[in-house]
């Protein structure tokens, strides 16, 4: 990655680094809430919806906006095209959802979805047509922009849901929280994109979307149908009652997955689409992004094996304290989830989705398998079969974007793991801790309390250990940060 474009991912990721933190705190605050309010049957029943309707927001997207930035020179003409795709799109699949809605509440839960499912199918197009606002103002870098506009509607609609939750109107009103961040999110990103967009359908455009969103939408769809699969089999294998359980306890670590890949994937993707015929750059770009995701999302996975019973009690309830063992299992996947977005991020912005739908088909068909034979075991088996399909398909994408960029894995993989080492220190204490001392409530803030002590030590007094990217050219930014807020507070 050249001098440039990574000040520019740097800036990218400052700007995204700060929604993060953000939108961060504001979603965990809301998830705690929540999670104290609803039943986790409401939420099994909340999981059973959102199953459908995250499929149909893959295909209503149809990787237009996806499309919109990776041209490098889109004019107003294919600006408007992708616009009108998204409006034609995004109707359609409403009006499948809404025809349907009474067979895919029966085939995945009860007839009690069906009503929220048509209510939340009106997002569908907003949401489709939000592909393509967000599209142009990440082509043109304004990542602070979007996270303002998504932070404000986020807390709009949140505000809505808890109220609702409160006066115990249950499944409606998380239900409510997500059609009115949707709605909202459209509003404001038409408003301040500061374009007309006009409806316009240029057959040559079409041509040119559908030759990359095309292969995106199936990549895409396929991964969002494997993202839900748990979702999908879980209520009638087991229960709604143990969806709930499984959606809310992988859902408050999917949310910080998101979020923070998200920095990454945001800030990556316009600028690797810029310089997708620049081999040296992209090989560049892959090492660093991936030594400095894997030494970051490590260090969030022993924080949330570690301290899983302290984090539950805080952001979940004391009535989720059963799901530790759960949420331990499922934090394994907080580093294969980066592997895989990063991979996602590589293979779009260097258009090889044909092979990332060839991935995640072959993703889906083994997490079935899995799920169908292991689902015996509760969920704790569909956790691990989860976990091991995830570890395939990183394992399949990292192979092949090495093959492509002429990037060695062995090399790749030896660099990684000496970019580990810095944990084993961490993980040392953490065993002590569990086996000695892992029992009351006071213990576990004490212990996190020391666990973060030994992180700071590390990375301000050890920084070599955790690695040559993080040395120099995470590390002197941190000290600079750090000596600006001393001065300060002096």
Same mark, same amino acid.
């Given at each position: 990655?050249?001098?440039?474009?990574?000040?520019?991912?740097?800036?990218? !990721?400052?700007?995204?680094?700060? *929604?993060?933190?953000?939108?961060?705190?504001?979603e965990i605050v809301s998830f705690s809430i929540m999670s104290r309010l609803l039943t986790k049957t409401e939420f099994g029943y909340y999981a059973a919806i959102m199953s459908v309707i995250m499929?149909?927001?893959?295909?209503?997207?149809?990787?237009?906006?996806?499309?919109?930035? &990776?041209?490098?020179?889109?004019? #107003? #003409?294919?600006?408007?095209?992708?616009y009108s795709l998204a409006l034609v799109v995004g109707i359609i699949a409403t009006i499948i959802v809404v025809l349907l809605s009474n067979i895919f509440s029966r085939l995945i839960a009860d007839?009690?979805?069906?009503?929220?499912?048509m209510l939340i199918s009106v997002t569908l197009i907003p949401y489709s047509l939000n592909s393509v606002y967000k599209a142009f103002l990440l082509k043109h870098l304004h990542f602070l922009r979007?996270?303002?506009?998504?932070?404000?509607?986020?807390?709009?609609?949140?505000?809505?849901?808890?109220?609702?939750?409160?006066?115990?109107?249950?499944?409606?009103?998380?239900?409510?929280?997500?059609?009115?961040?949707?709605?909202?999110?459209?509003?404001?990103?038409?408003?301040?994109? /500061?374009?007309?967009? &006009?409806?316009?359908?240029?057959?040559?455009?079409?041509?040119?979307?559908?030759?990359? =969103?095309?292969?995106?939408?199936? #990549?895409?769809?396929? =991964?969002? $149908?494997?993202? /839900?699969?748990?979702?999908?089999?879980?209520?009638?294998?087991?229960?709604?009652?143990?969806?709930?359980?499984?959606?809310?306890?992988?859902?408050?670590?999917?949310?910080?997955?998101?979020?923070?890949?998200? *920095?990454?994937?945001?800030?990556?993707?316009?600028?690797?689409?810029?310089?997708?015929?620049?081999?040296?750059? $992209? /090989?560049?770009?892959?090492?660093?992004? !991936?030594?400095?995701?894997?030494?970051?999302? #490590?260090?969030?996975?022993?924080?949330?094996?570690?301290?899983?019973?302290?984090?539950?009690?805080?952001?979940?309830?004391?009535?989720?304290?059963? &799901?530790?063992?759960?949420?331990?299992?499922?934090?394994?996947?907080?580093?294969?989830?980066?592997?895989?977005? !990063?991979?996602?991020?590589?293979?779009?912005?260097?258009? !090889?989705?044909?092979?990332?739908?060839?991935?995640?088909?072959?993703?889906? +068909?083994?997490?079935?398998? =899995?799920?169908?034979?292991?689902? $015996?075991?509760?969920?704790?088996?569909?956790?691990?079969?989860?976990?091991?399909?995830?570890?395939?398909?990183?394992?399949?994408?990292?192979?092949?974007? +090495?093959?492509?960029?002429?990037?060695?894995?062995?090399?790749?993989?030896?660099?990684?793991?000496?970019?580990?080492?810095?944990?084993?220190?961490?993980? *040392?204490?953490?065993?002590?801790?569990?086996?000695?001392?892992?029992?009351?409530?006071?213990?576990?803030?004490?212990?996190?309390?020391?666990?973060?002590?030994?992180?700071?030590?590390?990375?301000?007094?050890?920084?070599?250990?955790? =690695?040559?990217?993080?040395?120099?050219?995470?590390?002197?930014?941190? +000290?600079?940060? $750090?000596?600006?807020?001393?001065?300060?507070?002096?």
């Open positions: 990655m050249s001098a440039g474009n990574f000040d520019k991912t740097i800036k990218g !990721l400052s700007s995204q680094t700060l *929604v993060t933190i953000v939108l961060g705190i504001l499929i149909f927001r893959s295909l209503a997207e149809a990787g237009i906006g996806a499309s919109v930035i &990776q041209r490098k020179n889109a004019d #107003s #003409s294919y600006i408007n095209t992708a007839d009690t979805i069906c009503i929220p499912l979007l996270g303002i506009f998504q932070i404000a509607a986020f807390v709009v609609s949140n505000t809505i849901a808890v109220i609702m939750a409160v006066y115990n109107f249950g499944l409606y009103s998380i239900v409510t929280g997500n059609i009115l961040n949707i709605l909202l999110q459209n509003v404001i990103l038409r408003y301040f994109s /500061q374009t007309k967009f &006009q409806f316009t359908i240029d057959r040559n455009k079409i041509s040119d979307i559908l030759s990359f =969103g095309g292969w995106l939408t199936l #990549s895409r769809l396929t =991964g969002s $149908i494997y993202n /839900q699969l748990d979702k999908i089999l879980m209520a009638k294998l087991l229960s709604v009652y143990e969806l709930g359980n499984f959606y809310r306890t992988r859902g408050l670590i999917e949310s910080i997955n998101s979020q923070i890949g998200g *920095v990454f994937d945001v800030t990556l993707f316009p600028i690797l689409s810029g310089i997708q015929d620049e081999r040296e750059a $992209i /090989q560049n770009a892959y090492k660093k992004s !991936l030594n400095l995701g894997c030494i970051f999302f #490590s260090l969030l996975f022993l924080y949330f094996f570690f301290n899983a019973k302290l984090i539950i009690y805080l952001f979940l309830g004391e009535k989720w304290l059963d &799901q530790i063992l759960l949420f331990r299992v499922l934090s394994f996947s907080m580093v294969i989830y980066f592997l895989t977005r !990063l991979a996602d991020c590589f293979i779009r912005s260097l258009a !090889l989705v044909k092979f990332g739908f060839a991935v995640k088909l072959l993703s889906c +068909c083994l997490l079935i398998v =899995g799920i169908l034979f292991f689902y $015996i075991y509760g969920s704790i088996g569909i956790a691990v079969v989860i976990l091991v399909t995830n570890i395939i398909s990183a394992t399949v994408k990292t192979w092949y974007i +090495c093959h492509r960029t002429g990037v060695s894995m062995g090399s790749l993989f030896q660099s990684t793991i000496r970019g580990l080492l810095y944990s084993i220190p961490l993980v *040392v204490l953490g065993i002590a801790y569990l086996l000695l001392y892992d029992s009351t409530f006071i213990n576990s803030v004490m212990f996190f309390l020391l666990f973060t002590i030994a992180v700071l030590i590390i990375l301000l007094h050890f920084p070599k250990v955790v =690695g040559g990217v993080y040395y120099k050219q995470i590390y002197p930014v941190l +000290c600079n940060k $750090i000596r600006v807020l001393y001065h300060k507070l002096k």
